[in-house]
């Protein structure tokens, strides 16, 4: 036990050991739902290093745990040696190099193996709402002014920019509280192209029993 403990205080598996303890503390935030394990995914890019696939949190994660393992059972061989003074010194800095060349090889096969369980999502996109339906916001809608709300998949709300090409006929002039669709995104303007919507005239599914 007294030669573990010495091991576990020796450089560099104390530097490794205080980064540990950091991702332990990390996780128990996760557990208490404090935060989230994909929390540094927009902060850093493993993909540079052959980590990329998984939350970067986990990576990471993965990386402390093993390097920290890995420098501990070489600061156990090194004591065991009987070696002090300046060869003791570089044999612990070869211990640490050693730490994160096999943790770093280790992680990319456990992250290679297991990426497809951690499907990347694309990023959000303006694209994302054309074909829905949408409040008009505005007094009302022209081909050079106008704002409407629309419901994102995944359930809040965003006010855009949108035109409608005019004059309108007197059926399709949208007023504030008026439905509209949004057919078509202009980058240039950054804007979406709006229609008038009627729900009743929308289609409807066919019911299985009469396909």
Same mark, same amino acid.
């Given at each position: 036990m007294s030669e573990f403990l010495s091991a576990a205080l020796t450089f560099p598996a104390v530097l490794f050991g205080a980064a540990l303890v950091v991702v332990v503390c990390f996780w128990l935030l996760v557990l208490a739902g404090v935060t989230g394990p994909d929390s540094f995914d927009?902060? *850093?890019d493993a993909d540079s290093a052959g980590l990329g696939g998984v939350p970067v949190a986990v990576s990471v994660s993965l990386l402390v745990l093993v390097s920290w393992f890995t420098s501990l059972t070489g600061s156990v061989l090194v004591l065991r040696s009987g070696v002090t003074g300046t060869a003791r010194a570089a *044999?612990?800095? %070869?211990? %640490?190099a050693g730490a994160l060349l096999i943790a770093l090889g280790v992680v990319r096969?456990? !992250?290679h193996r297991f990426r497809r369980y951690f499907p990347a999502e694309p990023p959000p996109?303006? #694209?994302?709402f054309v074909g829905q339906v949408c409040t008009v916001r505005t007094g009302s809608v =022209? =081909?050079?002014?106008? #704002? $409407?709300?629309? !419901? $994102? $998949?995944?359930? =809040?709300? $965003?006010?855009? #920019?949108v035109r409608q090409p005019g004059p309108p006929d007197p059926g399709e002039v949208l007023a504030s509280g008026s439905t509209g669709l949004l057919y078509a995104y202009d980058a240039e303007g950054e804007f979406f192209w709006i229609a008038a919507y009627d729900a009743a005239l929308a289609p409807r599914p066919v019911p299985r029993e009469a396909r």
């Open positions: 927009t902060d *850093l *044999l612990h800095v %070869l211990v %640490l096969v456990v !992250v996109s303006r #694209q994302d =022209s =081909s050079d002014f106008g #704002q $409407a709300e629309v !419901v $994102a $998949a995944d359930g =809040s709300t $965003a006010i855009v #920019q």
